[in-house]
């Protein structure tokens, strides 16, 4: 079955204190893993797509990365305003669904 | 940019009433999507459209609808509401990519609307 999960739930940073923020899946097909950062009452907004193992992305201090397995979204000397919850999603070939994990709320205290 | 619109950020109705939510694109997307979001469960795909008049059931599909007459513009419909369908629903749309690259296929979301089923 194919399953997204992330870890962990809730996450609660100092500023500046760096971390990574994990997201595995078990899909036939991977087509490509999206990364997706969503604000308290506003629609997801796109960050990353990766679609190959050894796979990188970078933006501000946000850096994601792809296994066979799972992917690692690692945050860099964290601002407050980087709190957010962040959403990764699968996405098959042969398919148009895209399947979500729960998401990771991440705190960043000033 | 992208911009999806849902025509209501906040919406109260009353147990049974028949309530429709209106997601417009403008970006000229075969895609779009219909999801709820809850806590603790994430993004949950009700319904998703491929093209004009074309529907597929998502996960949950129980107790809505949906209508696409035309391209830009996708219709969730809660036909008879219940308590349980009170949730935060997401409406999204995507390209269908080209060159064989996931690139393209990101979705884009609207802000959301808020209902609460009383």
């Known amino acids: 079955e194919d399953q997204v999960t992330q870890s962990p739930e809730a996450l609660r940073l100092q500023e500046g204190e760096s971390s990574s923020l994990n997201c595995s899946y078990t899909?036939?097909?991977?087509?490509?893993l999206f990364w997706y950062r969503q604000d308290p009452g506003k629609g997801p907004e796109f960050l990353f797509t990766?679609?190959?193992a050894g796979e990188e992305k970078e933006k501000e201090r946000l850096k994601a990365t792809l296994t066979k397995k799972e992917s690692f979204l690692h945050i860099t000397a964290p601002k407050p305003e980087d709190s957010a919850t962040y959403l990764c999603?699968?996405?098959?070939?042969?398919?148009?669904?895209?399947?979500f994990g729960s998401g990771t709320k991440l705190n960043v205290k000033p | 940019d992208v911009k999806v619109t849902q025509s209501s950020r906040y919406l109260v109705k009353r147990t049974g009433e028949k309530v429709f939510l209106e997601c417009v694109q403008d970006m000229d997307h075969e895609n779009m999507f219909w999801y709820r979001q809850d806590p603790g469960l994430g993004l949950r795909l009700i319904y998703f459209?491929?093209?004009?008049?074309?529907?597929e059931k998502g996960d949950i599909p129980e107790g809505y609808s949906v209508s696409r007459e035309k391209k830009e513009r996708f219709s969730l419909i809660l036909e008879s509401a219940s308590t349980n369908q009170t949730s935060m629903y997401l409406c999204?749309?995507?390209?269908?990519?080209?060159?064989?690259?996931?690139?393209?296929?990101?979705?884009?979301f609207g802000s959301g609307t808020q209902l609460s089923v009383l």
């Open positions: 990766l679609y190959s």
């Open positions: 459209s491929y093209d004009v008049k074309m529907k």
């Open positions: 999603a699968v996405l098959r070939y042969n398919f148009n669904k895209f399947y």
């Open positions: 899909v036939s097909g991977l087509r490509g």
């Open positions: 999204a749309s995507s390209s269908s990519g080209t060159g064989g690259s996931a690139t393209n296929e990101k979705l884009f």
